[in-house]
């Protein structure tokens, strides 16, 4: 089977720095991906790994051991505008991309 | 500009009926890709195509048809052998990954939010 784990809920300090796992188990992987979606909206693109090690842009990071099936986005510096939900997804056959149930991250004063 | 549109934005069915979300991407991309958000969730994989006149069942296709007659088009069709369609459809497309700066992500549309009296 395919299975894509998070966190359900987060809460983190405005200027903190918080870290959103993500662990899977799928037939095949050809990447992962990182989204963040606000309520009501469409997801955006965060971050694409598809070797080990850590991606890093801006205050966004992300990271990936496939002999693990883990990653995890890091996010620094947070502001009030990052209250949302955070969505790990993997590229795991042809062209499937599966999404895990989303991590909803609250940012408080 | 270019982009995914879907429409309409909101629909209202009453039990029974058939019901059509249109999906129209003008991104030249390969690969098109329905998914179903519950509030609270994340997505779910309804169909997905790869090419034109292709198309593969995704986790829950129950109660779902699609068609990809054209490169720009994936129409998704609910119907009323879905039990439960209230739900945020999201149609998404990509050209497949590999090749220089090519990730393969998703671009999303604004998504259709389907309700059923």
């Known amino acids: 089977g395919q299975n894509i784990d998070q966190p359900t809920e987060m809460t983190a300090t405005e200027g903190a720095i918080v870290q959103i796992n993500c662990t899977y188990q799928?037939?095949?992987?050809?990447?992962l991906f990182w989204y963040q979606q606000h309520a009501g909206e469409a997801p955006t693109f965060l971050s694409y790994?598809?070797?080990?090690g850590l991606e890093e842009k801006g205050r966004f990071s992300s990271f990936l051991s496939r002999s693990k099936g883990y990653s995890y986005l890091l996010l620094k510096e947070l502001q009030m505008k990052d209250s949302a939900s955070y969505l790990c997804?993997?590229?795991?056959?042809?062209?499937?991309?599966?999404f895990g149930s989303g991590t909803r991250l609250s940012i408080r004063p | 500009d270019g982009g995914i549109t879907q429409s309409p934005k909101y629909l209202f069915r009453k039990e029974g009926q058939n019901v059509t979300l249109s999906c129209e991407q003008n991104l030249n991309h390969d690969a098109m890709y329905w998914y179903r958000q519950d509030p609270g969730q994340g997505l779910r994989l309804i169909y997905y195509s790869q090419i034109v006149n292709d198309f593969q069942k995704g986790d829950i296709a129950e109660g779902y048809s699609v068609s990809r007659e054209k490169k720009e088009s994936f129409p998704l069709t609910v119907t009323s052998a879905q039990k439960n369609p209230t739900a945020f459809y999201l149609c998404?497309?990509?050209?497949?990954?590999?090749?220089?700066?090519?990730?393969?992500?998703?671009?999303f549309g604004e998504g259709s939010r389907l309700t059923v009296l």
């Open positions: 997804a993997v590229h795991s056959s042809a062209s499937k991309i599966i």
């Open positions: 799928t037939s095949g992987f050809n990447g």
């Open positions: 790994n598809v070797l080990d």
């Open positions: 998404a497309s990509n050209n497949r990954g590999g090749g220089l700066g090519n990730t393969g992500e998703l671009f």
